[in-house]
């Protein structure tokens, strides 16, 4: 888990050797995360950032009927975080899961945060994951607006359209709040 996190760390910044110790030591690789786990509960006083090697992790939540939402999605090379953000103490509003088997590695958000302040490959790296979750959020946030579920399929199509092949029926349906048979109408065309 550590040299993909390296591998994909080198994409952004030059790195040494001090970065590979920093996560040896503080970095816990999750090689085996069974699907349904759950990495991190609404609420928990944990502070991690958990990046996804391989396999699929959502941060969901249930509403009073007991449905679950999906609020974020993160493929491999994406990461979800116990926190709003890095500058936040602010839990998130839903629970982090494995919607896969997964492959993951888990950081210590305050840790990050404080190296960052004293190295630029961390800053670098802070600013690519933090804004890999932001454009998510923001463009999910955009979709959801979208008042014609046919127009709001289409359009999550056009900007996800890699997530489309991975994602299951049901699993689109919540991350669009929408019903199975109005995914299932969209991705024919009927609505």
Do not use: C
């Amino acid at each position: 888990m550590v040299d993909a996190f390296l591998f994909y760390w080198k994409q952004y910044t030059p790195l040494d050797g001090r970065h590979r110790q920093w996560l040896h030591q503080h970095g816990v690789s999750l090689s085996h995360v069974p699907q349904g786990w759950t990495l991190h509960s609404e609420g928990a006083r944990n502070h991690y950032l958990f990046f996804v090697a391989k396999g699929l992790l959502a941060g969901v939540s249930w509403d009073a009927d007991a449905r679950r939402r999906i609020h974020m999605l993160a493929p491999p090379g994406h990461n979800l975080m116990g926190t709003r953000n890095f500058y936040t103490d602010k839990q998130v509003p839903y629970d982090i899961v494995a919607l896969r088997a997964s492959a993951v590695l888990r950081l210590p958000v305050d840790a990050l945060k404080s190296l960052k302040e004293q190295d630029t490959a961390v800053a670098e790296l802070v600013a690519v994951l933090r804004e890999k979750q932001l454009k998510q959020h923001l463009l999910h946030n955009a979709i959801l607006q979208i008042h014609r579920e046919g127009d709001r399929y289409r359009t999550f199509e056009r900007y996800f359209h890699e997530w489309t092949g991975q994602l299951t029926l049901q699993e689109m349906a919540e991350y669009l709040a929408m019903s199975v048979a109005s995914v299932k109408r969209a991705r024919r065309g009927n609505i």
